[in-house]
């Protein structure tokens, strides 16, 4: 079955980096778009990012421009997010999701907490 | 990249029927058929309900069903059961290719 997990989450003091990654598995990693999605304590869900099955196109919110850059690895199975000049408003559950317009698979989330 | 507008709660009694609107521009919801809706419980993960405005997954209650006119789109269950408490969140794609959720509706079962 389609399996998404996530990891990389921890707590780092603003302004310095970490990335997540998001391993696949179940399915044919190559064949599909892939987001991220994050979710502030007690809030709702927020779009981050999302790459293109063959990692060629990226797209980002405007609240990451700059700062957040997503990533594949096919021959991995394996989806990146690479966070840098983190700040507070930052803090969140971050999921993986597959699908291009929607997603049916979700990853459990991984915590990233920003905190000096 | 504004959040789509959805109505902070909503409520009803089991059996009745309940409508969840989520309401966007032409640069997402009106201008595309690709509006999905999620349904999350307190600490879990978000499950799909809806994809494409209409279209429910395998699995998925016949009495979950979707719709969209200009640029809303609107979520109702019928046949309210005390297990569909939860949160729901409408999203599309937009012009940009990128997505956007709305801010969530918390449904009370009364």
């Known amino acids: 079955q389609v399996q998404l997990v996530e990891s990389g989450g921890g707590v780092v003091q603003p302004g310095r980096s970490l990335r997540l990654s998001c391993a696949a598995s179940g399915f044919t990693f190559s064949n599909f778009g892939m987001h991220w999605v994050r979710q502030a304590p007690g809030k709702g869900l927020e779009w981050v990012a999302a790459?293109?099955?063959?990692?060629?196109?990226?797209y980002y919110a405007d609240s990451v421009k700059g700062r957040f850059t997503i990533s594949r690895d096919n021959s991995k199975n394996t989806l990146y997010l690479q966070m840098n000049s983190l700040r507070t408003e930052d803090t969140a559950l971050y999921y993986c999701?597959?699908?291009?317009?929607?997603?049916?698979?979700w990853g459990q989330g991984t915590l990233v907490t920003v905190s000096s | 990249q504004s959040a789509l507008t959805q109505p902070a709660s909503v409520s009803g009694s089991p059996g009745q029927s309940i409508t969840i609107s989520c309401t966007g521009t032409s640069s997402d919801i009106g201008g595309y058929n690709n509006v999905s809706w999620y349904q999350q419980y307190p600490g879990k993960v978000p499950k799909l309900m809806i994809y494409?405005?209409?279209n429910r997954p395998s699995g998925v209650s016949i009495r979950f069903s979707g719709s969209k006119s200009g640029n809303t789109a609107s979520l109702t269950i019928s046949g309210l059961q005390a297990e569909d408490e939860a949160d729901y969140y409408c999203?599309?794609?937009?012009?940009?290719?990128?997505?956007?959720f709305g801010g969530g509706t918390k449904l009370t079962v009364l």
């Open positions: 999203c599309s794609y937009t012009s940009s290719i990128t997505r956007v």
């Open positions: 999701a597959k699908g291009w317009y929607s997603s049916l698979a």
């Open positions: 494409d405005v209409s």
């Open positions: 790459v293109s099955y063959d990692g060629n196109n990226k």
